[in-house]
């Protein structure tokens, strides 16, 4: 079963800052999600990505999968960016069996 | 529709009580994923269904019973249920089969077992 780690467990950070959380994984991937949940529990996936780099609007993930190590980017921070980032991997067996998550990252953007 | 939609929203229910929560998809997904989370903590894994048929069960006790009537339509039916499986229940959807396509969740039910 895949390891995944994640840091910082808890980011606190001013508006405008550039965020970075990183996540790394033991095994070999299929695929690598990252997600994020807001306080009221639903979860938004914010990418899937098996290899490079990919951008939407003001985020950024890129995988790097010789290393088992993903980073996700937020450019220009607002408060509203404030929530819980999961990292989430499939594993290369692949098919439908299910994520294997990080325990996250708690991101606080102040104004 | 990119939408998985749970009902109900919340959920308080009696040691003794029988209830289901039900999840639906209208995106064409072959498979269907219940996870349960615990406050503070990330999501587990607890069914998921390919095909409309079981393929995972990461040991769950008894007292949850998953279904999968049709390919949009995921139930998972409560019974007899302890005061410690108070969590958050998520349901979720992909296509299934290779290669793994995005996992695509609901809003959640809040289960509190009294």
């Known amino acids: 079963k895949n390891e995944v780690e994640q840091s910082p467990q808890n980011l606190t950070a001013q508006e405008g800052e550039f965020i970075t959380i990183n996540c790394s994984y033991s095994?070999?991937?299929?695929?690598l999600h990252w997600l994020q949940q807001h306080p009221g529990g639903g979860i938004v996936s914010l990418f899937m990505?098996?290899?490079g780099k990919k951008k939407h609007g003001r985020l950024i993930a890129t995988i790097n999968i010789q290393e088992k190590h993903s980073s996700l980017h937020i450019t220009a921070s607002h408060p509203r960016d404030s929530a819980v980032y999961i990292c989430a991997v499939w594993d290369s067996g692949g098919g439908a069996d299910g994520l294997t998550f990080g325990k996250g990252t708690h991101l606080i953007i102040q104004p | 529709d990119t939408e998985v939609t749970q009902t109900p929203k919340h959920l308080v229910m009696g040691m003794t009580n029988k209830k289901s929560l039900k999840c639906e998809q209208h995106m064409g997904h072959r498979a269907m994923y219940w996870y349960k989370q615990k406050a503070k903590k990330p999501p587990e894994l607890m069914f998921v269904?390919?095909?409309?048929?079981?393929?995972i069960n990461e040991s769950v006790p008894s007292r949850f019973s998953p279904e999968c009537p049709n390919s949009s339509l995921l139930n998972l039916h409560l019974h007899a249920l302890q005061p410690e499986d108070s969590a958050l229940y998520l349901c979720a959807s992909s296509q299934a089969g290779r290669p793994v396509g995005e996992q695509f969740f609901g809003p959640g039910t809040r289960l509190t077992v009294l």
């Open positions: 269904y390919s095909y409309e048929k079981l393929s």
């Open positions: 990505l098996s290899s």
């Open positions: 095994v070999g991937i299929s695929a």
